[in-house]
T-cell receptor, first 118, second 114 residues
């Protein structure tokens, strides 16, 4: 299994530009999470999908952020327009959720996308 | 809301020495507790987890952690550290009415001296 695949690994963009981060979860997993990691705030949950449906997007910082999961094998996180304070590492993670919850199986993280907004 | 405190931002140990990384949580009931490790440029990898039962849990790479309800702690231990253990370690908790929202501590960076 290739694990959770994120692209791109690095993204440098100018303020005001649209940024799209991509994630391919592990095949068969039904829960997907987007996290943001910064020095100041640590790891924060942005949004959680279960069976392709957004369950909790309360962590999405602003309307500039949006996430989609059109099918079980793909998700995107979009920032439009981007700002310098969005600079962070964005992680996608997936797991197989059963009646014990999404952590009955380990949460698998991708290697992240390091976003720099200048 | 639940919270996680990792009091040590950075710890340095010598290779072969024992290790204990501290984690305290704030939550009224018994939470689900986790330790993750992050190597540079990588995502997080699960070391071990506690849901219920035996309060001493064994994980991968020779790590173990002990849940102590009276101290609201879930400290990570390893009897003999290897140079490859140098990484950042995160304690995390799920609870507070949510069964999916992981709350992470700020992490402890481990440096291993030869």
């Amino acid at each position: 299994d290739a694990g959770v695949i994120q692209s791109p690994r690095h993204e440098v963009t100018e303020m005001g530009q649209e940024v799209t981060l991509r994630c391919k979860p592990i095949s068969g997993h039904n829960s997907l999470f987007w996290y943001r990691q910064t020095m100041m705030r640590g790891l924060e949950l942005l949004i959680y999908f279960n069976n392709n449906v957004p369950i909790d997007d309360s962590g999405m910082p602003e309307d500039r952020f949006s996430a989609k999961m059109p099918n079980a094998s793909f998700s995107t996180l979009k920032i439009q327009p981007s700002e310098p304070r969005d600079s962070a590492v964005y992680f996608c993670a997936s797991s197989l959720e059963n009646n014990r919850g999404p952590f009955s199986s380990p949460l698998h993280f991708g290697n992240g996308t390091r976003l720099t907004v200048t | 809301a639940q919270s996680v405190t990792q009091p040590d931002i950075h710890i340095t140990v010598s290779e072969g020495a024992s290790l204990e990384l501290r984690c305290n949580y704030s939550y009224g009931a018994t939470p689900y507790l986790f330790w993750y490790v992050q190597s540079p440029g990588q995502g997080l990898q699960l070391l071990l987890k506690y849901f219920s039962g035996d309060t001493l849990v064994q994980g991968i790479k020779g790590f173990e952690a002990e849940f102590k309800r009276s101290q609201s702690s879930f400290n990570l231990r390893k009897p003999s550290v290897h140079w490859s253990d140098a990484a950042e370690y995160f304690c995390a908790v799920v609870g507070g009415g949510s069964n999916y929202k992981l709350t992470f501590g700020k992490g402890t960076l481990l440096t291993v001296n030869p």
